[in-house]
C-alpha cells in the first residue's frame, strides 16, 4: 500500500468547491427548493428541466441542489488518513460560479455583486476550525474582457487578503449537448481578455482557465503573452469524452475516443513546452470524461480508476515533470463517481513509481509554491 506518511505532513487539495444555494448566486436555486422539500420530485425535475448538458456535467442532482459546505467536505475526507497515511490539511477554494454563462456579462445584471457575494460567503466558511482543513487561498472568477476588470480585481482583493488567482471558465464545445460556460469559442485568445490578463498579472494573481482539450492552444496564448505569469489549467484540460459517449456524438465510438486521447496528447506536448503553464492533476472522476451515466456511479473502485487515468496522468508526467502538476480534488463535482478516498488512493497508485518526491510535490510542495501558501501544517 502506498503511503506519504514519512514524505509530507499533509495533502494541498488545490481545487475543492463550496456552495449553498440559499446563500450564493446561484442558478439551480428552484432545483434546490424542490428537492429540499420533495427529495423524489426533485430528482424528477432534473431530469425533465435541467438540459441534457447540465445533466451529464454533474451527474446527479443531489450534485447542485443541495448545499457542500465544509462539514460535507470534512466527511468526505474522513478516510484519507486510512488511504494516504496523511489528512488533507490544507484547501485552495475555487469559486464555483454554477449561474449563468460565466463569460456572457450581459446575462448577469451586476456581475461585481456577484462575485464579491460568493467571496463573502466564502470567507464565512469555517476552515481551519473543528478540525477542518485551513483555507489557503481563494481562486475568484472574473471576466477579463470586461472594461471594470481591474477595478473588480481591486475591490475582491480589498475584502480578500487570501485571493491568490483569477479564474476563467472558457470551455465551449461544438457538440451542442456538452456543456458551455461560455458562448465565446476563443474568449481566452481575445484582444480584450489579453489586455485584461494583464491586470491580474500585474497584481501578483495566478491565471487559471478552465477550457476543454481542443480549446487549449488558446491556453498557450495567454502563457506566451504574459511569460512572467503562472498559468494554471484545470481538469487535465478536460478531454470531453475520452472514456465513453457525452452529448450527441463525442466519444460515441472506440475511434472517436482514441482520436480525443491523441488530440489531447498533442496538445499537451505543446503545454507543457511553455514553462509557465502548470497543469491541475483535477477532475480525474468528472462525468463529462465520458465514464457514463448512472447516477449512482460509473467507475466502482480505486483499481479500475487507476487503469483508466494512468494514461493520462502518465503523458503528464513525462511532459510537465514534477514541479508543473498540482493535485486537486473538484469535489464535489466528482463525488457521484469517486469517494475521495478512492480518488487520492488511485492517484497514489498511479504515481508511486516515480517516488516519493514527486509525490511530495504533486500533494503539496507545487501548490503551495504557486498560490504563495505558507508551509504550516
Do not use: C
Not at 474522513?78 to 464555483?96: C, H, R, Y
Not at 449537448?177 to 469559442?185: G, H, K, L, Y
Not at 484545470?234 to 472514456?243: L, R, S, Y
Amino acid at each position: 500500500m502506498v503511503s506519504l506518511e514519512n514524505v509530507l505532513p499533509g495533502i494541498v487539495d488545490a481545487h475543492l468547491l463550496q456552495w449553498n444555494p440559499r446563500q450564493t448566486p446561484w442558478r439551480a436555486k428552484g432545483l434546490a427548493r424542490v428537492q429540499r422539500l420533495t427529495p423524489r420530485l426533485g430528482d424528477r425535475a432534473f431530469t425533465l428541466l435541467v438540459s441534457q448538458s447540465d445533466r451529464e456535467y454533474v451527474l446527479t442532482p443531489s450534485v447542485i441542489a443541495r448545499a457542500y459546505e465544509t462539514e460535507h467536505y470534512v466527511s468526505d475526507i474522513a478516510g484519507v488518513p486510512v488511504v494516504a497515511g496523511v489528512p488533507i490539511d490544507t484547501v485552495i477554494l475555487a469559486d464555483s460560479h454554477w449561474r449563468a454563462y460565466a463569460g456572457d456579462i450581459d446575462m448577469i445584471p451586476d456581475v461585481e455583486a456577484e462575485e464579491l457575494s460568493e467571496t463573502r460567503y466564502a470567507l464565512g466558511l469555517p476552515f481551519g476550525r473543528d478540525g477542518a482543513p485551513r483555507l489557503g487561498g481563494l481562486i475568484v472568477h472574473g471576466d477579463p474582457r470586461s472594461p471594470d476588470f481591474a477595478t473588480q480585481l481591486d475591490r475582491q482583493l480589498d475584502i480578500t487578503p487570501p485571493v491568490r488567482g483569477i479564474r476563467v471558465l472558457a470551455a465551449r464545445h461544438p457538440d451542442p449537448r456538452v456543456r458551455d460556460s461560455t458562448p465565446d469559442e476563443s474568449l481566452l485568445s481575445s484582444p480584450a481578455a489579453l489586455r485584461g490578463f494583464g491586470e491580474a498579472v500585474r497584481r501578483g494573481l495566478v491565471v487559471e482557465v478552465f477550457a476543454y482539450s481542443h480549446q487549449l492552444y488558446d491556453a498557450i496564448s495567454v502563457a506566451r503573452e504574459y511569460p512572467q505569469a503562472t498559468v494554471v489549467v484545470d481538469h487535465i484540460g478536460a478531454p470531453v469524452g475520452v472514456f465513453g459517449p457525452m452529448g450527441v456524438r463525442t466519444g460515441n465510438t472506440a475511434a472517436a475516443r482514441a482520436d480525443i486521447m491523441r488530440l489531447w496528447r498533442e496538445r499537451v506536448v505543446s503545454l507543457a513546452a511553455q514553462p509557465n503553464i502548470v497543469m491541475k492533476l483535477s477532475g480525474l472522476a468528472m462525468p463529462i470524461l465520458g465514464y457514463g451515466h448512472d447516477a449512482r456511479g460509473n467507475i466502482g473502485s480505486r483499481k479500475t480508476l487507476a487503469e483508466m487515468i494512468g494514461p493520462l496522468v502518465g503523458h503528464l508526467v513525462s511532459h510537465f515533470g514534477s514541479e508543473r502538476l498540482i493535485f486537486g480534488s473538484n469535489f464535489p463535482l466528482d463525488r457521484p463517481n469517486a469517494t475521495m478516498g478512492m480518488l487520492v488512493g488511485a492517484l497514489l497508485d498511479v504515481l508511486a513509481p516515480w517516488g516519493d518526491d514527486l509525490m511530495r510535490k504533486v500533494f503539496r510542495d507545487n501548490a503551495l509554491r504557486v498560490y504563495g501558501v505558507d508551509d504550516t501544517p
